[in-house]
Every structure is written in C-alpha cells, then in structure tokens.
C-alpha cells in the first residue's frame, strides 16, 4: 500500500475543517501511514476459512423474560412526592419554552 501523502492529509484536513500547521501535516502522514500499514496486515492475515465476526467471543443475551409482577400503585408512587398533579410528578420547570 502506498504512503499517505502530505497533499492527502491536508485534503482530509480541510474536509474536516481542522486547521494544521505545516509541522502538524507531516506528522500526521507518517501517523497515518502506520495505521493504513497495520490495516494492510490484518487484512493479509485474514484467511478464506475464517468466518468474518463482529466479536471475538460468542454473545448471548442476558435479558430476563418480561413478566409482570406486583409494583407499586400510582398514588402509592406519588405519596413521597414533594408536588404532584394529574396522577404525575410535577417538578419545577428549568427552561424557558418561548412561544
């Protein structure tokens, strides 16, 4: 894989709308080519056999079955309530909706 140039850096950083300095621009191109290089050999090490997978250890859900059980009324809810109003929690207001 060839080297990312300078141009390309600056290219994605205009894109991006970062300001780099000149410094910054070479800097990032040897970075970056470090990092296209490692993508190269993991890409290389992948063989035809080896299913492609999102995870490298099986995932199995840890989710209960929903089942309803006894809870708490709604009155019983709001009794320790400091305000309630209309069956709900009413609690000041914080922003300033304009109209």
Known sequence: ??????EEVAHLARLSR?????QELDQFA??????L?????IGDVA?????????SVPLTNVYRDDVVQPSLT???ALSGAPDSAEGRFRVPR???EEE
Not at 1 to 6: E, G, H, L, N
Request: proline content about 5%.
């Open 30 to 35: 040897g970075q970056l080519d470090v990092i």
């Open 1 to 6: 894989m060839a080297a990312i140039s300078r």
């Open 74 to 76: 709604q009155e019983a």
């Open 37 to 41: 290089q490692s993508v190269a050999r």
């Open 18 to 22: 970062l300001a780099v300095t000149e």
């Open 94 to 96: 914080i922003l300033d």
């Open 47 to 55: 063989a035809e056999d080896i299913p492609p997978t999102s995870h």
